[in-house]
């Protein structure tokens, strides 16, 4: 199994840029996403054959909310089938792919700002691998997830996410999983095949995406004061913190674009980034 310590002389001896790898956010939306042939999961695969194969990939999960920081430890983390109400063939899917324990500690090691727990428990929700196993389908690629500490402000989720920057240049790929604009309350659940935003939706996910382009970070870790918008868009900040987490990622070196820009039922915007 590929470790960090296995190929970090291999990786110090490259510049650069030739081997920072990409910062992603995705959009995840249903679990069915999982499972079915969509233009978002389709994007998913595509996605992965204009990265650079990476060595490990390292998932901020909106499903993973804890008191604290842990990180997954275990070799071979289990598939969560955390929902309710779907098709019997979602709860029966296994991603069998590996995790790596050495990375992990060696993850916690980058983070100073607080300890990080090394977790041997929870395993791969699907606001992982409902993604990676479109990007991966194969599971040959070792996936850790990061736990969100609920508890916390953006700024520290931001600045926490700056620690993680080393890894980037190690060959690992790093995604937030989450959705800019989820308010579940609000969905049009008998639209949620078709593609539309709400006004209020439309206006502050072009607003989140513009605030993106413009590097004000400031302004997106502050969500609360953009508004009445982001107060719909974000009721809770459990979708919103991964976005954090890849902002805090960008170098200024790093271009930024959209892909899967849509929105559904409403309420919910698949809309996702690529950074570097």
């Known amino acids: 199994m590929t470790t960090l310590s296995a190929f970090k002389n291999f990786t110090d001896n490259l510049p650069e840029d030739e081997h920072m790898m990409p910062v992603l956010f995705i959009g995840h939306g249903s679990p069915m996403n999982g499972i079915e042939d969509t233009e978002f999961s389709r994007r998913w695969t595509q996605m992965a054959k204009e990265t650079p194969t990476p060595k490990a990939v390292l998932v901020v999960s909106a499903h993973w909310l804890t008191r604290g920081t842990r990180i997954t430890a275990m070799d071979f983390p289990k598939t969560i089938h955390d929902f309710g109400g779907f098709p019997r063939e979602l709860f029966a899917v296994q991603y069998p792919a590996p995790g790596?324990?050495?990375?992990?500690?060696?993850?916690?090691?980058?983070?100073?700002?607080?300890?990080?727990?090394?977790?041997h428990d929870w395993g791969l929700d699907h606001g992982t691998w409902t993604i990676i196993r479109h990007m991966y389908p194969h599971a040959d690629i070792p996936v850790l997830q990061l736990s969100i500490d609920y508890s916390k402000h953006p700024q520290y989720h931001y600045e926490m996410?700056?620690?993680?920057?080393?890894?980037?240049?190690?060959?690992?790929?790093?995604?937030?999983?989450?959705?800019?604009?989820?308010?579940?309350?609000?969905?049009?659940?008998?639209?949620?095949?078709?593609?539309?935003?709400?006004?209020?939706?439309?206006?502050?996910?072009?607003?989140?995406?513009?605030?993106?382009?413009?590097?004000?970070?400031?302004a997106l870790i502050n969500y609360e004061k953009l508004g009445r918008e982001a107060t719909l868009a974000i009721p809770t900040p459990d979708h919103y913190l991964p976005l954090i987490y890849t902002l805090g990622l960008k170098s200024s070196k790093d271009n930024v674009a959209f892909f899967n820009d849509k929105a559904v039922a409403g309420s919910l915007t698949m809309t996702s980034v690529k950074i570097g």
């Open 100 to 119: 790596d324990p050495l990375l992990a500690k060696e993850t916690a090691k980058l983070i100073q700002s607080t300890q990080v727990e090394l977790d």
């Open 161 to 218: 996410a700056k620690e993680l920057y080393a890894l980037r240049k190690k060959g690992v790929l790093i995604i937030g999983s989450g959705n800019m604009v989820h308010n579940l309350r609000m969905a049009a659940w008998d639209r949620l095949n078709e593609q539309f935003a709400f006004d209020w939706a439309s206006k502050i996910n072009d607003q989140f995406k513009y605030l993106i382009q413009q590097n004000d970070h400031r």
